[in-house]
């Protein structure tokens, strides 16, 4: 069950606080909501007090009429934590997400623990320079939806797994129409603001799947290896949506590398 957050500035994000522990934040992609994380906060929710949100224009937040940048995505967060209690918390951000995670440390480094990066790709690049053959078919196969709700699926998810959890087709076959908001929310996403990678210098694990055909894994690899303090991790036989494919194992990982103690670094350079 969600409840909205007031956080200021006609902003009320949709936000759902589970479990016991220190804060973790969780932060969903491009058309996604905090449901994506449904399968995986029963792992979390033991070991952190995980707090899944949807960003404006996304689920079922409150926000004003009025376009929005990255940067303001991570203000929004910080002000979630705050308004919670926290003045830090952990952060998961897969996929576009996590370039909302990589904002958030470049402007409020002293707000995060640890960062735990899932498939995303660099701040100041565009996915469709990276992987346009991808992007292509993901702009195709979304403008056919309901028909091609399968084809879709099989992009974000290897067609193995999904023969086995058929029902996961439903949610590209519900993706939502086109409207002002979706519009103004592809806006946000295609921001790509100029902070470089190996400006952060927190503790960050990156983690990617080795079918990912939305953000190629050696993108997510290239991004930590430009970052002084990332630990990247090749996840054998997973798409681009871990969350839902392999939850077990992506909240292994982060519990290990969240809970583990990490020398003292700078949170990123000014």
């Known amino acids: 069950m969600s409840e909205r957050i007031d956080i200021g500035g006609g902003v009320k994000l949709a936000c759902a606080v589970t479990g016991d522990g220190p804060p973790l934040i969780l932060m969903h992609g491009a058309e996604g909501s905090h449901r994506m994380f449904d399968a995986l906060v ?3 929710a033991t070991n952190f007090t995980t707090i899944a949100y949807d960003q404006r224009d996304c689920g079922d937040t409150e926000n004003p009429i009025a376009e929005s940048a990255l940067a303001d ?27 909302v995670a990589q904002m958030l440390a470049h402007r409020h480094a002293e707000s995060i623990d640890c960062l735990v990066l ?7 690049q565009a996915l469709e320079a990276l992987n346009p053959e991808g992007v292509a078919q993901i702009q195709a196969m979304r403008a056919k939806l309901p028909e091609s709700a399968e084809a ?12 086995t959890r058929p029902e996961l087709k439903q949610i590209f076959r519900n993706a939502q129409p086109q409207s ?10 295609a921001d ?17 799947g080795e079918l990912d055909r939305v953000v190629p894994p050696d993108v997510t690899e290239a991004m930590a290896r430009a970052m002084p303090n990332a630990e990247s991790l090749l996840l054998r036989g ?3 949506a871990g969350a839902l494919q392999a939850p077990e194992i992506i909240a292994a990982h ?3 590398f969240c809970l583990a103690p990490h020398p003292h670094t700078e949170g990123a350079a000014t």
């Open 42 to 44: 029963p792992h979390l």
């Open 73 to 99: 995505l991570a203000d929004d967060a910080r002000a979630l934590m705050r308004s919670l209690g926290h003045a830090k918390a952990h952060v998961y951000g897969s996929s576009f997400g996590g370039r």
């Open 118 to 124: 899932g498939s995303t790709w660099p701040l100041p």
């Open 152 to 163: 879709l699926a099989e992009l974000f998810l290897p067609k193995a797994f999904l023969d």
């Open 180 to 189: 002002e908001r979706s519009l103004r929310r592809f806006r946000t996403v």
């Open 192 to 208: 790509r603001p100029a902070f470089e990678p190996g400006a952060i210098g927190l503790p960050v694990l990156a983690l990617f």
């Open 238 to 240: 997973v798409g681009h």
């Open 254 to 256: 982060i519990r290990r």
